[in-house]
C-alpha cells in the first residue's frame, strides 16, 4: 500500500488543522513540520501525534527526500517561493489561498508547477462543503437550467483583529476571494466583468488602511448569467454562508448550517440557535475533505478539485474588484493586465 | 338572480362573524337577526349593515317566511330545539359545533332534519382551511399512501374564563371534538376505539369541574391507522394547530400560520414571529369558506361540505374519549350506546 | 357619518380590483365608473356592485360635483393630465404607478397636487404587505440596527406578453420601480447612486425592445448603506418576492409566502407546495389595506402613506438605473436632470 | 498520561464503529477483539488498525489482565452472562442496548456491576445527539417550564430483515427502547404508565411472528407530563427522528437532520433532499460522542451518562408496552413484576 509522505510548512492555526485532518487518513504519513517559532511546544504537539521531526528551517521540508508533498500554510508573502522551491524539488503542494497577493508572481508560481510536472491544489475549501457541492451539482444535472442570478453572501461573525487589517490585501482579496471562486465553482463560467462597491460601516480601522467592512460587487459572466456578492466584516448573528443560483429552470438557494434543529416557541417568539460560528466550525468536514481528496488524487494520479490556475483567476477577480471600487466603474477581468501596470506606475 | 335570504340565531361573538362574512357574498341577504339580549347596541350594529330586522324572539326568525335558511349561533343547549323547529318550518340550518352534550338529541336533531328535507350544516370550520383541506386532498389523490399514522395537535393560547369552564362539556366535547372531526376528514376513516389520558396541569379550576386542561388521546381507525390528538388549554406561544398525515408512500405534516414569513436574526438567535393568535384571526378565511360553501349548496343544491352526521359521529368520539380518560381503559365507539344508558343512570 | 365618494377612471384589471376593495369599506360609495371600452359588460358589472353610472367620457368623472376623489387607473401615458385635471377639480387621487415615464411630466403633475392643496397617493401596493411593513418596523425599531446592506429579490413567474414589452417603460421602470420604492421604504433612506447590469436571457424580445429580462443593480444610500436588487421577467417556480435588510444589530429577511404550510414527504424528498402565484393573489391583502389607508387619510385628514414625491423618487432611481445600463458606469441621481437633458437631445 | 486499554467483543457492523471511533481517542488503547467468526478477514480489518490481538474466545478479552474496559456489541442473549463475567473480572463495561430481554437477568447484571464497582454505560446513542441534548438543556435550564407534553416520533427507512424479525425481541424492546429512553432523558422524569396500539400495516411478517410494524405508545410521567411516541418501520422519506417537549413556558421541536441546507425551486415546487438516510449516519457524530464520555468517565473517574439502570427502566416501560399492547389495557410500570410473572406462567 502506497503511503504519500507530508511535510507542513507553517504550523499556526490552519497548518495544525490540515496536519489533524492528514493523521486520520490511512495513506498518509506527516514527516515534518517547520515553523518559523518552532521549540518545545511545537515539539510536544508534534510529538502527541507521532510526528517526529520539527523544525525552524523550511529547506528542511523541501529538501527532505523522504517528503512526497508539502502543505504550505505559513504566511502569503512566502507562498510563491515556497511553491517555486517545492515544485523544483519535485514535491506536490497544497497552499493556502491566496497564493499571492500579486497575480504575476502567482501565474509564475504556477508555471514553475507546470513545468516540474507536480500537483498544486489551492485551499479552497468551501468547494469541498456539503452545501456548495450540492449547489454546484444541481446546475451540472440541469436542474436549475442555465444560471441566470448567481447570489453569494458571506459574512463573518467579528472583523479581524486591527493588525491584521494592514497585511489582510483588503476585503476583495483576504475574504471575498472565497466568493470569487465560489462563483466560478457553482456556475460553472468565468467572471468577465465586475462593479464592485464597499463602505466602512463597521469599524474606521478599515478606512485607515485602505479598505472596507462592507462590500457589494456585481459580477457578470462569460455565459451571459449576472451575480452579486455581499461580505461584511460583522454579522452579530454569526456567520453567514449561503448561495443561490437562480436559473431557466429553477433556482437552489443554500441556508446557513446550524448547530442544531431545536425550534424553539416561548412568549417572546419562534427562535432557533445561531448558526454555527465560524470557518473552523462550519467548515470542519470540508477540511477534513480537502486533504483528502488532494491525497487521493496524488494516489490516484487523478485530477485535482481546485487546481493553480483557480487561484489565479480568483486574484485576478479580487484585484478588478478592489480596482473597480477605487475606480467606481466597472472593471473587465480583460483589462487587469494593464490597470496592473498602471496601478504599479501609480504606486 | 336567486337569493338566500338568511336569519341569525344569537348575535354573539360567532353570530357576528357570520354575518359579516355573509355579507360579502352576493346571492345572500340577511334578513333578521335574533339575540336574548337584543337592544339598541344590536340594533346599531344591524343598521350598519343593512340588516333590518333585530328581535328577542328567536321565533320571529323561525316563522318568517321571508328566511330560507337559519344560522344557529346560540348557545350549545339551545341547538337542538332550534334544528328540530326550523327544519319543521322548512328552512335549511347552519348550526354551530357541537349540535349538543348528548348523542341521542343530536340524532334526533338529525332525523328531524332528514325528515323535512332540509339541508343541515355543522360548523366545523377547520374543514375549510387552506392547510387542512391540502392534507386531505394529498391524502385523497393518493400522495401519502394509505395513512398509518395520524397527529394532530390543538392548543388554545389561554385557558377559557373559569365561568365557562363549568359550561363548556370538558375538553373532548368543548375542544377537541373539532380534533375527532379533522381525524375523520383527513382519513376519511371512521374512528373505531380510543384511549384518552387527561391531566390538570395549568389551572385546578378545571378540576374542580371534573375537567381537564391537557389531554392526549389515541384512535384507531376502521382502516387500521392509528392516530393520536393532544390538547393543551395553554400555550404560550400562540395558537398551535397542526396535522400529520403519515402513509406508506410519505407524509404531510402541517406547520403554523405565521402574521408574516420575517426571519429576524440577532445576537440572541433567530427569531421568528409567534403563530396567528388565535381561532377567529387563524381562520378568517376559513370562516368566510364555509359560509360561502353553504350558500353555494343551497343555491346549486350540491352536497354539504359538512353535515349532521359528522356532528354526530365527532360527538360520539368526544363521548368516548370522556369515558376513556374516567374509566381509565380504551372504549370502543361502538360501546357508546350501552355505556352512554349505564352513564345516565349513575348520574 | 361622513362617506367618501368615488369616481374610478381605467376599468381594467387593477380597476376593478379596486373597486370591489372599495365596496367593502363601510364609508365609501363608488359613484362612477369609467373606461374607453365602456359598454353593457361593464355596465353589468357595475350593476351587480350597486354602481350606478357607467361612461366613456373621464371628465363625466373629473367634472362630477358628486365625487370626493378619484382612481387612476387607466393606460400610464394618461396619468398626468388626470391627475393634473383632477387636482384643478379639487379632487384627491389614488393614480396606479408609474405617475408616468418622464419625471419632468410627474413633477408637474406632483405641483398641480400642491397647489390645489388635494390628496395624491400612489399605488405602491407593497408597502401595504404584511411581510414588508414588518421589515420596515424592524428597521425602525432599532431590532436591525443601522442598515448596512439591504437585498431586494423580486421575480415574476412569467414574462409579460410581448405586446406590452414594447409599452412597457422597460425593467426599471415597469417592474423594478417597486423595488426602488421598497428599497426607500425599509430603510427609510434616499438612493444615491446606482449601477445596473442587465441581459437578455429568457427571451430576446425583450432585445428587440431595447430591453432586458434580467437585471441585478447595486444602489448606494444617502445613510452609506449599500443595497442589491435582482428582477427575474421569469422564474419558473413562481413569483419571488423577497427582502432582507442586514445592519449592525441583525437582519431581517423576508421569505416568500405559500398558499400553505404543507410539508410533504416522499421517496423523492421534502416538498412544500410553490410560492403565491402572481401579484393579484400575493398582494391581494395588500391592495385592501391600500385602498382602506387612503381612505382613512381622506376621512380623517391624515398623512398618505404613499405620496406623489415617493412615486417621482422611484422614477429617478429608475431612470437612473435605465441610463446606467446604457452607460455601464455608476449614475448618481443628482446628475440625472443632465443626464436627462443629454438623453432628449440625443432622442 | 493514563490510558484506557479495550477489549471489544463482538465485530458485527456496531463493535467495528466503536472500535474506529476509539482509535480516534488520544487515551485509549484497543488491545484484542473477539468475534465468533474471527479470523483471516477480521484479521486483516485489525492489522490496519493496529489492533494486534484477534480471536474467538470472548473469555481471552474477559480475563486479559491488560485490559482496563470491555466493549460488549455481540448479540443481545449474550449480554447479561458478559457483563456479569466481566464485573466480576473487574472489567469496566460498555454494553449495547437493550441489556437483555429479560428484565430480572438484566436486574441480576446491574447488581453483578454494582458488587464488582465497576462502571457499566449503555448504548442509548442518542443522549449524545447534537439535537437531543439541547432538548434537555432547554427543559433542564426551565426554558420550556414543567413538561406537559413530550411527543417522541421515530421511522425507520426500512424494515429489518425478516429474520431479524424473529428475533428482535418485537418493536417495543428493539426499536421503542430507544424512545423509552428518550422520553426519560428528556423530562428528567420517569414513566408510571403506558398505553400501547400497534398494527400490521407494512409487512405480514411482523404479524406472523406477533410482532407490529406500527405503533403508538401514550406515557403518563411521574411529574403529571403525558406523553406519545409513534414508530413505523418504514417511511420511504427516510430516518425521521423528531422530538418534541411542550411545557409551562413554551416549547421545544426538533426537526429532522439533512445532508445540506439546499433548497430547490423548480416548476414542481420547493423541494429539500430527504433526511440523513439511517442510524449509522444520523449518529455518526453521537456514537463518537459516547464512547468519548464513556473513555472521560473512566479516565476522570466521572459518573457515566448513562447507566445500568437506564437500561434496565427502558426495558421495564418496553415490557409493560408490551403486555399493553396484548391485553389492550393501560399498563403501569408498578405492575410489571406480577404481569410479568403471569406472563412466564402462560409461556
Redesign the interface.
Known amino acids: 500500500m502506497k503511503t504519500i509522505r507530508i511535510g507542513i510548512i507553517g504550523a499556526g492555526r490552519i497548518g495544525k488543522i490540515h496536519a489533524d485532518n492528514l493523521l486520520?487518513l490511512?495513506q498518509t504519513e506527516i514527516v515534518a513540520i517547520s515553523d518559523l517559532f518552532a521549540g518545545p511546544e511545537l515539539e510536544a504537539w508534534a510529538a502527541?501525534r507521532g510526528i517526529r521531526h520539527t523544525t525552524k528551517q523550511t529547506n528542511e521540508i523541501i529538501a527532505n527526500p523522504d517528503i512526497d508533498a508539502v502543505f504550505i500554510c505559513s504566511s502569503t508573502d512566502t507562498h510563491v517561493p515556497l511553491i517555486i522551491q517545492a515544485a523544483q524539488a519535485g514535491k506536490h503542494i497544497f497552499c493556502e489561498k491566496p497564493v499571492s497577493m500579486d497575480i504575476v508572481q502567482t501565474a509564475e508560481a504556477i508555471e514553475a508547477v507546470r513545468q516540474a510536472r507536480v500537483k498544486l491544489q489551492i485551499g479552497f475549501n468551501r468547494r469541498f462543503d456539503?452545501?456548495f457541492k450540492?449547489?454546484r451539482e444541481?446546475v451540472q444535472n440541469g436542474?436549475?437550467?442555465?444560471p441566470?442570478?448567481v447570489?453569494i453572501?458571506s459574512?463573518d461573525p467579528n472583523p479581524p483583529h486591527p493588525d491584521y487589517v494592514k497585511v489582510s490585501g483588503g476585503i476583495f482579496m483576504d475574504m471575498m476571494i472565497h466568493d470569487f471562486d465560489m462563483a466560478r465553482f457553482v456556475t460553472g463560467s468565468e467572471v468577465e466583468e465586475v462593479?464592485a462597491?464597499?463602505?466602512v460601516?463597521?469599524d474606521p480601522v478599515f478606512a485607515d488602511h485602505g479598505d472596507v467592512d462592507?462590500?457589494?460587487v456585481?459580477l457578470?459572466f462569460s455565459n451571459?448569467?449576472?451575480?452579486?456578492i455581499?461580505n461584511?466584516r460583522?454579522?452579530?448573528?454569526g456567520y453567514d454562508q449561503r448561495v443561490e443560483v437562480?436559473g431557466?429552470?429553477?433556482?437552489?438557494?443554500?441556508?446557513?448550517?446550524?448547530?442544531?434543529?431545536?425550534?424553539?416557541?416561548?412568549?417572546?417568539?419562534?427562535?432557533?440557535?445561531?448558526?454555527m460560528n465560524f470557518f473552523l466550525e462550519r467548515y470542519n468536514d470540508a477540511y477534513i475533505e480537502e486533504t483528502q481528496q488532494f491525497i487521493e488524487s496524488l494516489l490516484e494520479d487523478k485530477p485535482l478539485a481546485v487546481e493553480g490556475n483557480d487561484g489565479l483567476q480568483a486574484e485576478k477577480i479580487a484585484l478588478a474588484a478592489k480596482l473597480s471600487s477605487q475606480l467606481?466603474?466597472?472593471v473587465k477581468i480583460g483589462e487587469i493586465p494593464e490597470l496592473y501596470n498602471q496601478t504599479l506606475e501609480l504606486a
Chains 1, 2, 3, 4 share one sequence.
Do not use: C, W
Not at 436542474?143 to 442555465?146: I, L, N, R
Open positions: 486520520r490511512p502527541a456539503h452545501n450540492r449547489v444541481l436542474t436549475v437550467g442555465s441566470h442570478i447570489k453572501t459574512r462593479f462597491q464597499g463602505g460601516l463597521i462592507t462590500a457589494i456585481t457578470r451571459g448569467a449576472l451575480g452579486v455581499d461584511s460583522k454579522a452579530v448573528y437562480f431557466s429552470k429553477g433556482s437552489v438557494a443554500i441556508h446557513n448550517d446550524h448547530p442544531n434543529t431545536a425550534e424553539i416557541s416561548t412568549a417572546e417568539g419562534i427562535m432557533r440557535d445561531k448558526p467606481n466603474r466597472p
